[in-house]
């Protein structure tokens, strides 16, 4: 029962971190960093772990996501 409720809150934290995932990209365009090379395409930039948005000229388009704090972080979960 202890594994199962393990798994169970294991599985909350993975779609609470994907529920933020497009929150980790919301970084003003002058504070980019670059995460790719000219012409990454957007799916090339994801499989990196990056962020990529073109909407903005003369920045990068593929960039390193910005650290989110998590709540759930200080949450105790049993061995």
């Known amino acids: 029962a202890q ?6 809150r294991s599985m909350t934290h993975l779609r609470l971190l994907a529920g933020t995932l ?3 990209c919301q970084v003003e365009p002058h504070a980019r ?3 790719g090379f000219s ?3 957007a799916e090339q930039c ?4 990056c962020c990529f948005d073109t909407k903005v000229t ?9 650290a989110v704090d998590d ?3 200080n949450e105790k979960i049993p061995p």
């Not at 594994?3 to 169970?8: L, N, Q």
């Not at 994801?46 to 772990?49: H, I, P, R, V």
Request: hydrophobic share 30%.
């Open 58 to 66: 003369g920045v990068p388009w593929c960039f390193n996501p910005v």
């Open 46 to 49: 994801e499989k990196k772990g």
């Open 33 to 35: 960093v670059n995460c």
């Open 22 to 24: 497009s929150d980790t």
């Open 3 to 8: 594994h199962r409720a393990w798994r169970i």
């Open 39 to 41: 012409g990454i395409t």
């Open 71 to 73: 709540p759930t972080d």
